[in-house]
């Protein structure tokens, strides 16, 4: 996980263009006149239902050829398409021709630079750049005669401090009429950096002018949710090209045209080139096996994203399996069948039971090289199973989608948890040099800043701004992620539904000594993560389990230190469960260290 903040910049070097031309017209500053380029000859028509250009795509077959029936899954119950648009007779105003480059390729770049120590330092370098491309011409109304122009504008902002780069492309659409270019806003974006689209607009010589009424649907209508041959599919994003190759065609859209599988997701190729991306939400039923099992099943990579723009990415496709290879499990109310490997010795499982075995030895063998017997009333750890008991427990299974992918499920239970998202704020009484550090029983993970022998060096400031001695990037807090004891899943706590669960921190946290920020920072992190099940039994370790799990180092010693460490798992219905009693917050005083993470599974 990472995050984003707000980063510094001091512009050093001023935005600048640097064209490259099609053909040895002109330049972006006027050196020499810059000339609208000359109306290219149409190419051969396109509908809009073209397949991908020369792609080698296979129609899926009958869903009865696949061992699977569309009948029997109705975890697509409630699918509701977003609406059509009426009015279709846009098809019959323009032509559509393959997209080709013209004007120029104009780019930019900003210098960004960080202060630290009392000097200036280099951050990074932003860069802008806006590709046009012709790919049609209006045959009838007002327009009739001006050529489809669309603008692809891509940025990079790489971070400077803690965070992710910040980085995509944006798509504008327009007209042109000899010398003039008329921006379509109805199937425009907004540009990332206004001024550089403007800048770049503006070094074409051109007539501009906008139309607010233009329409072409498939362009300026994104639709969330639709059905394609009677499979409902989520939007995920519009991509400038085809990144994967295309498997087979899934079937058509009255307005996207032909939609076909690639890679995790399904994908429609627009006119002008773009391809409009979306995927199937894979059904929440799941996680508990349709309600037939008690344990919770991860069939993705992360809780919390199962409508997140990304999800394909994280569901867990199974491309090498072979029907041959599984067995019937069992039929299920809204799923159908599902299934689990004929050979319970077939190298997922054993590469699962490898990861349990290697990551609960390693609790072991710090416990007896460090001669620390185990504390049961501290630590409530799940049973060590050898390979034939772990293969009873069921540790993964199989369903086919409607799609006629493999997806595979695998048991939570059976994993030694994570200590995910811990953060680490500082709150000195004076700016001070700090070192803290992560006990060597725990296997990190990640950290950020990355940790050096396990520890951090770096000066703190009351407000709590953190500054890394190595190479004065600064921080809001420390981060670090790890596994260490093998801990079961929460029987006590409180059982609090998934509308409530945002309210019930927001009460709960300053109990436990968070103040207003912190509170905010744990909300913001966890509560999505905790919106796919109707209901979730929540828990906090009690200090001792912390401290036994995870010791924190810190050097000077604080005055005080609060740990809050939540656990959690879904539910799909309310249960009874003895409740935990909250330790009172602790009285900030002197300098303070305050941690707050979580148990991921």
Known sequence: MKHKYVVVLIVLVGAFFAAWFLSPQINAFGKKKLVAPAIPTPAPALTATSSVAGA????????????????????????????????????DRVNFSEPKEVFTRISSSVVSTLQYDGATHFCSTNTYTMRFFDFGSVKAGPYQGAR??????????PACEAGGDTFGVTYQMFLQQGNRLIELTLLS????????????????????????????????????????????LNYSERLPEERDKPIKTIGTHPI????????NYVHAKLPDGTVMSYYLLPPEELDFMDGTSKDEYACFGEPGKREASGTADLVSYA???????????????????????????????????G???????????????????????????????????????????????????????????LRVPSMAEPLIYLYPTQEQNVEVGIDERVNLRESIPVLE??????????????????????????????????????THGFVVEKENVGKFLEETLPKLGLNEKESKDFRGYWV??????????????DEATITEMAPLHVSPQPATMIRVMMDFRPLNSPEKVPPIQLASPKKRTGFTVVEWGGMSR
């Open 148 to 157: 489809l122009i669309t603008s692809r504008s891509d940025y990079l902002e």
């Open 256 to 263: 996207y045209g032909d939609f076909y599988l690639a890679g």
């Open 453 to 490: 022998n396990h520890m951090w060096k770096v000066k703190a400031i009351p407000s709590g701004d953190i500054t890394f001695t190595k190479d004065g990037s600064r921080y809001p807090y420390l981060y670090w992620e790890g596994k260490y004891a093998p801990l079961a899943s929460p």
């Open 528 to 541: 999505p993560k905790m919106a796919d099940h109707p209901y979730y039994l929540v828990s906090f370790l």
């Open 189 to 232: 974006e907004e540009a990332h950096n206004k001024q550089f689209f403007q800048d770049a607009l503006q070094s074409l010589k051109m007539d501009l002018s906008t139309d607010d009424k233009f329409n072409i649907p498939m362009f300026g209508n994104t639709l969330s949710h639709i059905s394609v041959n009677g499979v409902c």
């Open 319 to 353: 491309p090498d399996i072979k029907d041959d290879d599984l067995k019937e499990l069992r039929t299920t109310p809204h799923l159908g069948k599902l299934y689990i490997p004929k050979n319970p010795d077939n190298p997922l499982v054993q590469t699962l039971y």
């Open 56 to 91: 080698n795509i296979t129609p899926v077959g009958n869903a009865n050829d696949s061992q699977y029936h569309k009948s029997e899954l109705t975890f697509q119950r409630n699918c509701k398409p977003d609406p059509l648009p009426t009015d279709m007779t846009w098809k």
């Open 355 to 413: 990861t349990f075995k290697t990551d609960y030895e390693r609790y072991q063998q710090y416990k007896e090289q460090n001669h620390m017997p185990v504390q049961p009333e501290t630590e409530k750890l799940s049973p060590y199973l050898n390979f034939d008991e772990y293969k009873k427990q069921t540790p993964v299974f199989y369903w086919r989608d409607p799609l006629g992918r493999w997806i595979h499920c695998e048991n939570k239970s």
